[in-house]
């Protein structure tokens, strides 16, 4: 299992120009310079599942089998219902965030880093977007510790961040969910997604589901957005993606209803 620093990240050189395109075109690169084969698997998790998106469109070929983990949701996918993201403030949010990401950088940069009001630490374990089993992992384990005081000083850090979440939530120069089956005769594509998520909410995830049914879709029921962090889910993920295991207990009953978007 390989797990790489994509651009800007750690040891990692920047990209400035990054794209969807880069990221995938980055992996496949990467691939091929460590001798892996012509084809592999790939997993992304929360934020790092736009660039599994983009494998995906530009190099389906390559992919032996794919899982997507609390796999971010981008509102501005033309294919999203307006009825179903109109009330969730994520939305909203999501906005704000990339208006003062693209036009005021300096000024997100100077709030993140001064003394007098709480900023990305606390936010770290606001139950407003971490569900309990989340704030349990985060108790347990270091967090986002890009997002920690002492990492975000270092401006090109933020730089990085910034260009990453502009490119992951901007918007896309294709619509993943008018991608097409790249396994027809296989289920090799997987999205796991924690019912109690509030960083992505689970009914967005569902809706991805319906527009695209070639995917295995997996439900924890009492998950969060870091589902990742159960050992238990963590070893179903690798079982179902390496050794088409069915976990049967991640599968949503039959009519399971829909849930109300936050307001």
Avoid at 5 to 13: K, N, W
Avoid at 65 to 90: C, E, M, T
Avoid at 175 to 190: G, I
Avoid at 241 to 252: H, S
Wanted: hydrophobic share 40%; with cysteine; aromatic share 10%.
């Amino acid at each position: 299992m390989l797990l790489y620093d994509r651009a800007g990240y750690a040891d990692s050189d920047p990209n400035p120009e990054r794209s969807l395109k880069s990221e995938a075109l980055d992996i496949e690169q990467l691939a091929d310079q460590l001798e892996l084969g012509p084809k592999f698997y790939v997993i992304g998790v929360s934020m790092g599942s736009y660039p599994i998106w983009s494998c995906l469109k530009y190099i389906p070929h390559r992919l032996q089998g794919v899982a997507l983990v609390a796999a971010v949701v981008n509102y501005s996918w033309p294919s999203l219902p307006k009825s179903l993201i109109k009330d969730d403030f994520r939305r909203n949010l999501v906005k704000l965030t990339l208006f003062v990401l693209k036009h005021m950088p300096s000024l997100l940069y100077w709030w993140m880093n001064q003394k007098c009001l709480p900023t990305a630490n606390v936010m770290e374990k606001n139950p407003v977007f971490f569900s309990e089993r989340d704030q349990e992992v985060l108790k347990r384990t270091p967090g986002f510790e890009l997002l920690s005081e002492n990492k975000i000083e270092q401006r090109s850090i933020f730089d990085n961040l910034r260009g990453d979440i502009l490119v992951g939530l901007s918007k896309w120069e294709f619509d993943p969910l008018k991608l097409n089956n790249p396994f027809p005769k296989d289920e090799s594509v997987h999205l796991w997604v924690g019912y109690e998520d509030k960083v992505v909410p689970v009914e967005l995830q569902r809706h991805v589901m319906e527009e695209l049914p070639w995917i295995k879709y997996h439900e924890i029921p009492h998950g969060g957005h870091l589902i990742v962090y159960d050992t238990e889910v963590c070893e179903s993920i690798l079982r179902a993606l390496l050794l088409n295991e069915e976990p049967a207990k991640y599968i949503p009953l039959p009519g399971t209803p829909k849930l109300i978007a936050a307001s």
